[in-house]
């Protein structure tokens, strides 16, 4: 064999040199196309649309699911909502009848094949069933589902629902499942969730990832990031360390103020501080004493200086509330009773209740520091007052289930719902909602003053008496004082200014930013 | 010695079945009900009770107890509550995890802690003796997460020479030793904080035994009566309380896994007891009842490898 003269061998070992520092520049200005998010969240919970009802669950499933209709990316307003699965729709006069004209080109992830209407119908079918769904309150009027063609969906109500476009979108039961996927996966569907959206279910390890890819077959065109590790990290200091050492590209913030002081000192950080707010808001049992009292009810809100709260809680990640119903959902009216913040008013008031020396209320709360930091607060503030606040703490799930039996007098809740009046004075202001009632859900107040607007104006098809109906309800229950709102916690993530989401972020109902097909790193 | 060995599992059937027992009914009498969790807090009665229908949880304390008792005799540990995902499988996921993080920091622990106790014990009542009995109480008394944390910010940020996230995935020995090395420090340093204690109380009393002063007498030299005669005599109390303290360790991992974000039996646990996940909670118990079984029987038979006058019959 001929040996390589030293000329040959040192050209060669230039060459070789030379192509790798051209392999070298043209990986160093590759784009990333691996996404990395960490969330606050210990692991994985039930990955079905139609179950998960936690903001880590939803925040993953919103990128692998559509809905009939979906809200603009990037935005929460339900008056934003725009074609997604179905291309049109037409609704008849009397509002009961829909017909969704869905778009042909819609692809389940993996080997599902092509979505039609018997998907769509499936799917609606399954939200509404109390047995498969987390969210079959929402389909109440919903008095049948049909496939009227191959890609025709007709949706009849039993009462029109003015606010039905917003059940359907990618949100609780609006997410659409694929039949075949759910049929052939049967119980192990909630584990490798099969959607329609811009990314596709992969691999999860437990305690660590859920890994997505992104899907070729996307109707909007396939997504320029290729993938997406959900990091499950519990540890807020953990999780801002792996930002700041950029092995994480885009975090879930603590809803604090000095977080986003910290976080923004990052350089090449953007903070997105987005719509819904959770409601913080106390209820006040008024069927047992001394809250039975109208005048102590008002006492506990003439002590509440809300605009201390703000600043305790912080500007920029929290709203002052003035009613029940979180401002900016529809519905909302700042035209309600407002007790202003008055020691004087709150100690008349006890006089002229019977407690010139103070009273003593109680409440059962959460361990969870960010729902408790705000109850000391306010505890120290009704002390002002002459109100004894006694707080016994207790861990998150045993809170849940005491303060559902009915075992707190004043219940400290916080949370974000459907931007709807709608939805947040049914859950926790009808009679209906009342712990230990069948049909119980979160009205610790046992609230029933405005059963008959709440009732009307979910069905009134008349959008201005909508608005009105739902203005008196919020009057009637601020006039009664079933709860008094402390502010509107906004939700707070943070991403490299690399990347681009391709769209500017002011909210999200699912709680995480959209990332779409669009959505891109520029380095 | 076998005979021994089957008699030590014999009595482990009898402590699971005991431990298995008492978790099963302590976990259904605490507060928080699992299909509320699961279902969150906008889910209706009538959802939450189908829920409870569904998992079996509406029947009988009894019957739940000895169908899942029926179910562990056959090695089924049932499903996840929360997830779906077999408890077995989940648990065989995240063990590796957790013993390598042990061990690891087991043999860190030794390597600096038995070294230091000697030290310590030779050099009693200097300076040495007592910067040493300090910094034992130092690391005695750090919780797992503050130094977990102070690690992350000197040698993730400042010095990145180690990632924030101890994901225990590398597929090179190399990345999962650069995974590993944060946490099982942290570890490690707690342990050796223990043992550092342990072995200068072991050391002190050994060097004040008769034999040592007849060898001091001899002329013998003093790294030769430290290393041939009292070391090994100083390791019966070391390994008694290293394997007390590895049962303690395995389940006291969790801060150290949440901090590092590694998988681990301890975040299992914590997590499946905040979700009232009872399966995964009985699963988990099977699993440390063993481990502590294991480790306890490992340490006996230990000090017949270190003590040739113990004998096992």
């Not at chain 2, 402590?15 to 605490?30: E, G, H, N, P, S």
Request: net charge neutral; hydrophobic share 45%; glycine share 8%.
């Amino acid at each position: 064999m001929k040996r390589l003269g030293l000329k040959s061998t040192v050209l060669a070992t230039a060459t070789a040199l030379i192509s790798s520092l051209g392999m070298t520049s043209s990986i160093a200005f590759a784009k990333q196309t691996t996404l990395n998010i960490g969330m606050a969240s210990a692991d994985a919970g039930k990955l079905d649309p139609h179950i998960a009802t936690t903001t880590p669950d939803k925040g993953l499933l919103h990128w692998m699911f559509n809905g009939l209709v979906r809200i603009t990316p990037g935005q929460s307003n339900p008056g934003l909502i725009e074609p997604d699965i179905a291309s049109s729709w037409t609704t008849s006069d009397d509002g009961l009848t829909w017909v969704f004209t869905m778009r042909d080109d819609v692809e389940c992830h993996g080997e599902y094949g092509n979505l039609d209407a018997e998907d769509v119908v499936f799917s609606l079918r399954r939200s509404s069933n109390k047995e498969q769904s987390s969210f079959s309150g929402d389909f109440a009027a919903f008095k049948s589902i049909e496939a009227t063609g191959d890609y025709e969906v007709t949706i009849t109500l039993s009462n029109p629902i003015p606010s039905l476009l917003g059940t359907l979108v990618p949100y609780h039961g609006g997410n659409i499942v694929c039949k075949d996927a759910v049929e052939a996966l049967g119980e192990g569907y909630e584990r490798s969730p099969i959607g329609t959206g811009p990314f596709m279910f992969a691999e999860y390890q437990p305690q660590q990832y859920v890994r997505l890819v992104s899907n070729p077959e996307y109707f909007r065109g396939e997504p320029k990031i290729k993938e997406i590790f959900y990091r499950y990290i519990p540890s807020d200091a953990s999780r801002d360390l792996a930002f700041q050492s950029g092995e994480i590209d885009m975090i879930y913030g603590r809803q604090d103020q000095t977080w986003v002081e910290r976080i923004k000192k990052l350089p090449g950080t953007k903070v997105a501080i987005m719509s819904p707010g959770e409601m913080s808001m106390i209820s006040l049992n008024k069927t047992v004493a001394p809250l039975d009292d109208i005048r102590v009810r008002k006492a506990v809100a003439h002590s509440i200086d809300r605009e201390r709260m703000v600043m305790f809680k912080g500007q920029d990640v929290a709203l002052p509330a003035v009613s029940v119903v979180p401002e900016g959902y529809l519905g909302y009216t700042a035209n309600v009773p407002k007790y202003e913040f008055s020691v004087e008013k709150a100690k008349a008031l006890l006089s002229d209740a019977g407690y010139p020396n103070g009273v003593t209320i109680k409440a059962i709360h959460t361990s969870l520091p960010g729902m408790l930091s705000t109850m000391e607060a306010l505890q120290s503030l009704l002390r002002d007052s002459g109100i004894n606040l006694e707080i016994e703490v207790v861990e998150h799930a045993t809170f849940h289930e005491q303060i559902r039996k009915d075992m707190s007098q004043v219940t400290h809740y916080s949370a974000a719902r459907f931007p709807v009046a709608d939805t947040y004075l049914t859950q926790f202001f009808h009679s209906n909602s009342i712990p230990l009632k069948p049909t119980a859900v979160t009205n610790f107040s046992h609230c029933d003053v405005a059963d008959a607007e709440i009732e009307a104006a979910r069905t009134e098809p008349d959008p201005d008496k909508q608005l009105k109906l739902w203005a008196t309800a919020q009057q009637k229950i601020g006039e009664e004082v079933c709860a008094v709102p402390i502010y509107q916690n906004l939700q707070l993530w943070a991403w490299k200014d690399t990347l681009n989401l391709g769209f500017e972020v002011k909210g999200s109902l699912n709680l995480s930013p959209a990332i779409t097909e669009i959505s891109h790193f520029t380095e | 010695m076998s005979g021994f060995v089957l008699k030590r599992l014999g009595f482990a059937v009898i402590t699971l079945i005991a431990v298995l027992t008492i978790v099963f009914f302590i976990v259904r009498i605490l507060p928080g009900d699992p299909a509320m969790v699961i279902l969150g807090d906008q889910a209706s009665q009538q959802s939450i009770d189908l829920l409870r229908k569904r998992l079996g949880l509406d029947r009988p304390m009894i019957v739940q107890y000895f169908d899942f008792m029926s179910g562990v005799a056959i090695g089924d540990w049932g499903v996840s509550m929360v997830s779906g995902r077999p408890v077995i499988s989940e648990v065989l996921k995240v063990l590796p995890a957790t013993l390598e993080l042990t061990f690891a920091a087991l043999i860190l622990g030794a390597v600096i802690g038995v070294p230091l106790g000697v030290w310590a014990a030779i050099s009693r009542n200097t300076i040495v003796d007592y910067l040493l009995r300090l910094a034992s109480l130092l690391g005695l008394s750090s919780p797992a997460f503050v130094s977990a944390v102070l690690l992350l910010f000197a040698f993730a940020i400042y010095l990145p020479w180690f990632p924030v996230i101890s994901s225990g995935r590398g597929t090179s020995l190399g990345a999962r030793m650069n995974d590993l090395a944060l946490p099982a420090i942290n570890l490690g340093l707690i342990m050796a904080a223990y043992i550092t204690r342990v072995a200068r109380s072991a050391m002190l009393e050994v060097l004040g035994q008769d034999y040592v002063r007849t060898a001091k007498a001899k002329g013998i030299s003093f790294f030769a009566i430290i290393v041939r005669h009292c070391l090994r005599n100083t390791m019966i109390p070391v390994v008694t309380v290293v394997g007390l303290y590895l049962g303690i360790l395995i389940g006291n991992s969790v801060l150290t896994e949440i901090v590092f974000n590694r998988p681990g039996l301890g975040r299992l646990i914590v997590g499946a007891l905040f979700q009232r996940d009872y399966t995964m909670l009985q699963g988990m118990m099977v699993i440390y009842t063993l481990l502590v079984v294991v480790v306890n029987l490992l340490t006996d038979l230990t000090y017949g490898l270190i003590d040739p006058r113990i004998k096992y019959s």
